[in-house]
């Protein structure tokens, strides 16, 4: 797996909720042409919770059709029975994902041993590589550092993503599996620049829909250890960053490519459009950055 920019990718629906496959398309090309090391599909940027798994494997068979290999696609499975989540996961494989990633089981609030033995028995049935997915706020639940380390020890897992902000977890991920073939990324975008500077692999992104070709560019420049060059593309979009996460994911995201004429910006309910004033906000940050 390389380092870099891994997209969070949304899901384009029509306005009767049904998946737009050329917007898919479109998406991927922008994605392409932006310099991103691979796309992440399905994950809560995508609406995964919001699809059924056939709508979700035709995602992936579309999004890897239209890469042809020029990107990685690694799908997220949002699951909690072992058994469902391995039979997506090779539905996954044989759609053609590069890889696929696994949030932690969510709602039953395993213990450790638990969420141990859930990717381990991910890893051993996978075709495809393993990484990690810990989003507490969205799960209840936090893989620590200390349990990501002996994940990191098997052959079949190779990164994480993870959703904690401090800095300090980050860092010790980073540093307990220094000597492991694994990955450390970052899902916030307010933490990607800090985290390549100091040993990390990069982020997966939600910004990168928007302005893949700059997240890319940044996160390079930080991992060729052009320190200072990189830091003031973080301080130039920075409030992008922060725009992104209005309300609820992917409401911004997806009207911000609404606005930039991309998609058609539907949600599927409960998810609902981002409100007038949150909307406003996103133009004139568009606007700003000669986006629109």
Partial sequence: ????????????????????????????????????????????????????????????????????????????????????????????????????????????????????????????????????????????????????????????????KDGNKQLDNLAKLVYLTKDDDFLVFTSKDTTAYPTAAFGGAGVFSVVANIIPGQMSKMIGLALEGKIEEAKALHYEYFPVFEALRYETNPMPAKMALQLMGIIEGTLRPPMQRLNAKNTEAIRQMLIERGLL
């Fill in 1 to 160: 797996m390389k380092k870099g920019v891994y997209t969070l990718m949304i899901t384009p629906f029509k306005s009767d909720y049904s998946l737009d496959e050329e917007a898919v398309r479109r998406m991927i090309r922008m994605q392409i042409e932006g310099g991103v090391q691979g796309v992440a599909p399905l994950g809560v940027t995508g609406e995964n919770p919001l699809m059924d798994d056939d709508e979700k494997v035709r995602l992936v068979e579309v999004i890897v059709d239209e890469a042809k290999g020029k990107i990685e696609v690694i799908p997220d499975i949002v699951g909690v029975r072992v058994d469902k989540s391995i039979e997506l996961m090779k539905r996954y494989a044989d759609a053609g994902a590069d890889a696929v990633m696994a949030y932690t089981p969510y709602l039953i609030l395993p213990r450790e041993e638990g969420h141990l033995d859930y990717y381990v028995q991910l890893a051993d049935a996978s075709p495809v590589p393993i990484l990690l997915h810990s989003s507490k706020n969205r799960t209840g639940v936090e893989l620590t550092a200390d349990m990501t380390a002996k994940l990191a020890k098997h052959p079949n897992i190779v990164a994480t």
